[in-house]
């Protein structure tokens, strides 16, 4: 018999995050003398009957600042509540990150037997289960070269022996799956993986809940390359699976940072899900605009288009925010309402941003146009509103890019929007630290409003 086994940890609840106020995960910590010191987000263990249960003690425990101390302690934010360091919970983890946070931790339930106070670390950092797994398997392989340009700072071994990522076996991990990332090394299924765990957090809000086409390169971006939509035989346990009502195969998603793990064992490159409200594929639950230019169009133009998308927008009670989508384009991102009152039909949807698009076009013709005829795309940018439809996908926020330099969709803020803006100068290699010094898109869940009001104000 073969079980997957996992340390267990007491940690102390500090704060709750929630996702279009519901909640989402749990922020923890754990006491170095005095101090209550951030030790990370619980994201999953939380069936509907659990939080039932522990709602009422969270709520009960509220407070109005931060109970976490040092330089680890998290920023606040219209989706953080913030308690009082009373309650104890019990985690399951896959392991510390090399700044004192845990992986991949699982909520088992509540402890009302030991006092929040009492609660440390139970392993010292230096001695931690995921260190020694990875340490084992490193141990194993030839030590032929260190790499101090690998992932996130962590050692990167020449070898083809297996791996293990977050519990995830990682064949070939020195597979070239890009020649470079612009700094003149190659990344690897072990660098993809390693990416992968970085930005997880980040990243799995944008695609939890939702079909998820996967584009994969096995010999790497100068190899084959096809799409997977659905579920194949042999797949990895810690992938889902969702079913959609007019069409007999199960469609992949992916729910968890071993999940895209799983997706980077298959060389997955892109992560491309639909555009529907998390749990729910007939209900419109973003919408993507896809500033597409043509080759002789200047960069400059494409930030124009975007600016002016914003405040059309805006203009209707929309919030847009803005990413890169790995090349020449940009994307305007607004997140929707799904709430019952406000939810509307794929239909509907699809005609306000075709609506949207076709305005911008008629008041600037020769700036923009709306249909993907190659012979009128000379000098001007695509307005792609067919990303809005029920089936139809778009490049995740942090994805990935098969594409020279090893670049990624990057959320940005307007700020940054800008002459200036080189989309190239985020890659794999380069995100991860981008992303840890402040959410670009702070403020995303709470910004989702009622498309059925935007339609009205639009005079659709």
Known sequence: ???????????????????????????????????????????????????????????????????????????????????????????????????????????KGLRKDKPASEVETETSRTDTPDRDKNADAEMSE????????????????????????????????????????????????????????????????????????????????????FFQRHVMPGMSKVLEEVRVSDDHKPYLQVGSTEGLIAIAQTAGLELHPWNCAPGKVDVPGRLVFDLDPAPDVDFADVIKAAKEMRARLDAVGLTGFCKTTGGKGLHVVTPLSYALRDAVTWKEAKAFAQKVCSQMTADSPNRYLVNMSKSQRSRKIFLDYLRNDRKSTAVAPLSPRARAGATVSMPITWSQVKAGLHTTRFTVRTAPALIKRGNAWDGYDDAAASLKAAIKKLAL
């Not at 909640?23 to 509907?48: D, N, P, Q, W």
């Not at 709602?55 to 219209?78: D, I, Q, R």
């Open 1 to 107: 018999t073969k079980a997957k086994c996992r340390p267990g940890q007491e940690v102390v609840i500090g704060g709750w995050k929630t996702t279009a106020g519901k909640f989402r995960s749990l922020m923890v910590g754990v006491y170095k003398g005095e101090h209550l010191v951030y030790a990370g987000i619980v994201g999953t263990g939380y069936g509907a009957g659990t939080l039932k249960r522990i709602m009422p003690e969270l709520k009960a425990a509220g407070a109005s600042k931060s109970p976490f101390s040092g330089k680890s302690a998290p920023l606040g934010g219209k989706d953080v509540r913030w308690l009082k360091p009373e309650l104890v919970a019990e985690i399951e983890y896959a392991g510390w990150t090399g700044d004192g946070m845990v992986r991949q931790a699982s909520f």
């Open 142 to 225: 030839p030590m032929v070269r260190k790499d101090s340009r690998a992932t996130q700072g962590s050692s990167r071994w020449a070898s083809s022996a297996t791996v293990t990522v977050l519990g995830i076996a990682i064949t070939k991990p020195d597979k070239v799956l890009w020649p470079g990332a612009g700094d003149g090394a190659p990344v690897t299924k072990r660098d993809l993986a390693a990416y992968f765990e970085a930005v997880g957090e980040w990243l799995l809000p944008h695609i939890e809940g939702r079909p998820c086409s996967i584009l994969r390169a096995p010999d790497g971006i100068n190899g084959e390359k």
